[in-house]
């Protein structure tokens, strides 16, 4: 996991997206990662900020925290 979320930390908006996609394809076995998810919902690229909004369907539920970046996405 440490390196997936290494790729979220990338200049390359492609790579972020792409560390993003695979974090929510591992579901609630990235549970650990949902803090630098919500953080990817504030990514200046709005393909990175959409692919977080896919962690709310299988790696965490919806928290109080994520709500700037929910207002921010839409």
Known sequence: MP???ETLRE???RMR?????????????????????VAALSD???EVRIAALDMFEGVAPVSPAAAPGLILVS
């Open 3 to 5: 390196a997936l979320l």
């Open 11 to 13: 200049r390359n908006a």
């Open 17 to 37: 997206e792409a560390g993003v996609l695979l974090l929510v394809k591992l579901g609630p076995a990235a549970a650990e990662a949902a803090p630098q998810l």
């Open 44 to 46: 200046p690229s709005s």
